[in-house]
């Protein structure tokens, strides 16, 4: 085997919809925290899950439970108030991912607006980091927003590339490529350690986790929904292989 200068591209597996399909029908199974355990055998190296404010998924028991029994780096993706804040600080997840949270809207849509909220940003940074949580932004890949991101504190970035992943033609991609590509160097160059993710699936991948400088990837609903038909390990491991290939 060749020794590698760069450590390869860590797998964040977020198991949200696994959770969707339990609250759909208020059973207690499927169970995220098995689907999590599932994919740590399977060699996620990071478990990812959002406490959104209407809990349509994930539950307050669920964060509970993955911090008791999670044994690699759990990341916490929520909105900025002070409840959540609160329920972080309590129950101290490794990272928690700053994340904008609308209730109307079918999934996170967008980065977070940190440049036009630094105060209150800075301000729910400082407390994360007073009880120990690493903290992510999840930002457009913007310069201003990662700027914006180094002054309020954070440490990490993650890129969100569902702009990449939803565009229909290739011109479109390529753009949204370059940005993110621009924008990892960006990062990099502050010294934020640089993550990225949203809509990223088994055919869009490759590109994010070959671009310079990215070093984790959060994925949850290509996966969950691989899963429903090679199962979980196998769902994960293959996106654990394709990574593995570019990075
Ligand atoms: N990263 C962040 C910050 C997210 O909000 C989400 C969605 O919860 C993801 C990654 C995973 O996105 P997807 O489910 O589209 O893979």
Same mark, same amino acid.
């Given at each position: 085997m060749s020794e590698r200068a760069i450590p390869r591209v860590r797998l964040g597996v977020n198991v949200d919809h696994v959770a969707t399909i339990r609250q759909q029908r208020g059973t /207690?199974? $499927?169970?995220p925290v098995l689907a999590a355990g599932a994919a740590i055998g399977a060699g996620a190296d990071q478990i990812t899950i959002h406490l959104r404010e209407d809990r349509r998924h994930i539950q307050d028991r669920d964060l509970v439970i993955m911090r008791q029994v999670v044994e690699v780096p759990l990341n916490l993706e929520m909105a900025a108030t002070s409840e959540m804040v609160e329920i972080a600080r309590r129950i101290r997840p490794d990272i928690v991912t700053l994340v904008p949270e609308k209730r109307v809207e079918r999934t996170t849509e967008g980065g977070l607006d940190v440049a036009g909220q630094l105060t209150l940003m800075a301000r729910v940074v400082a407390q994360l980091r007073d009880a120990g949580i690493a903290v992510s932004m999840f930002v457009d890949p913007e310069a201003v927003q990662l700027r914006a991101s180094l002054e309020a504190g954070a440490t990490i970035v993650e890129l969100h590339t569902g702009d990449y992943a939803d565009s229909t033609l290739a011109s479109d991609r390529i753009r949204h490529l370059d940005e993110l590509r621009l924008a990892a160097q960006q990062a990099h160059d502050l010294g934020l350690v640089v993550a990225a993710g949203h809509g990223l699936d088994y055919h869009n991948t490759r590109a994010i986790a070959a /671009? $310079?400088?990215?070093e984790e990837l959060n994925i949850g609903h290509s996966i969950v929904a691989r899963a429903l038909f090679v199962g979980m390990a196998e769902a994960v491991g293959e996106m654990r292989r394709l990574i593995g290939e570019v990075s």
């Open positions: /207690l199974y $499927p169970d /671009l $310079p400088h990215v």
